[in-house]
């Protein structure tokens, strides 16, 4: 079964960075809009960030906005999302997705991926 891999997840103190990067071993990402997800204990899985398959759209949530950069590197079969002045509200597991046929705009709104990841944990804690 097709499946992304997500890594880069890891305690980290308010105000510091990550960089989580999805990447699948049996496809290519090339061809798809990736999504990022997050999924806070208790809470709804929300849409974090989304790119177009070539890079050229992206979307953001707006608690995310100024603070967290998605891009992709289809040559390494890879997306990163930075996540910068992380906030502990940003604690969560975070899932990629991929999704073919979509712009950036509605794989983030309507959580839809084709394929998805198993999840990495980030916590932001003091």
């Known amino acids: 079964q097709l499946q992304l891999v997500e890594s880069g997840g890891a305690l980290v103190h308010p105000g510091g960075s990550l960089r989580l990067s999805c990447t699948a071993s049996?496809?290519?990402?090339?061809?798809?809009?990736i999504g990022w997800f997050r999924q806070a204990p208790g809470k709804e899985r929300e849409g974090v960030s989304c790119?177009?398959?070539?890079?050229?759209?992206?979307n953001y949530a707006d608690a995310v906005k100024g603070r967290f950069t998605i891009s992709r590197d289809n040559a390494k079969n890879t997306v990163y999302l930075q996540m910068n002045s992380l906030k502990p509200e940003d604690t969560a597991v975070y899932y990629c997705?991929?999704?073919?046929?979509?712009?950036?705009?509605?794989?983030?709104?309507?959580?839809?991926?084709?394929?998805w990841g198993q999840g990495t944990q980030v916590t932001v804690s003091s």
């Open positions: 790119i177009s398959s070539r890079g050229g759209s992206t």
């Open positions: 997705a991929a999704k073919r046929l979509s712009t950036a705009q509605a794989m983030c709104a309507t959580q839809r991926g084709d394929y």
């Open positions: 049996r496809f290519t990402l090339e061809y798809y809009t």
